[in-house]
Nanobody, 124 residues
Framework: QVQLVESGGGSVQAGGSLRLSCAAS????????MSWFRQSPGNEREGVAF???????TYLDSVKGRFTISLDNPKSTLYLQIDSLKPEDTAMYYC??????????????????WGGGTQVTVSS
């Protein structure tokens, strides 16, 4: 059973940085995808980045150059470094995982395991 617990959210001013963490357990499989999603009130959950079991990464176009996803396997922790924060980045951020996928995607429907989320609020 995969368990995911996020931390690191907070309130910051525009232009600042945050590093979100997701403590993961039970995700080890020959192949897997681990991702970060975000959701703001009234909007659908949006995939912002994923990393696969080969270390390949993909980002939502609007966050490229500002967001960096990484996975520390010895620590079983997924990270999302967010730089140059903008007010439109304000959302609840979730980590998600799927084991033995055919391929990785930023579609929420593809993910089976979810954390409870951590709130990021950016003020102008």
């Amino acid at each position: 059973q995969v368990q995911l617990v996020e931390s690191g959210g907070g309130s910051v001013q525009a232009g600042g940085s945050l590093r979100l963490s997701c403590a993961a357990s039970g995700y080890r499989a020959r192949t897997y995808c681990m991702s970060w999603f975000r959701q703001s009130p009234g909007n659908e959950r949006e995939g912002v980045a994923f990393i696969d079991s080969d270390g390949r990464t993909t980002y939502l176009d609007s966050v490229k150059g500002r967001f960096t996803i990484s996975l520390d396997n010895p620590k079983s922790t997924l990270y999302l470094q967010i730089d140059s924060l903008k007010p439109e980045d304000t959302a609840m951020y979730y980590c998600a995982a799927v084991l033995t996928p055919y391929y990785c995607t930023l579609s929420a429907a593809a993910y089976k395991y979810w954390g409870g989320g951590t709130q990021v609020t950016v003020s102008s």
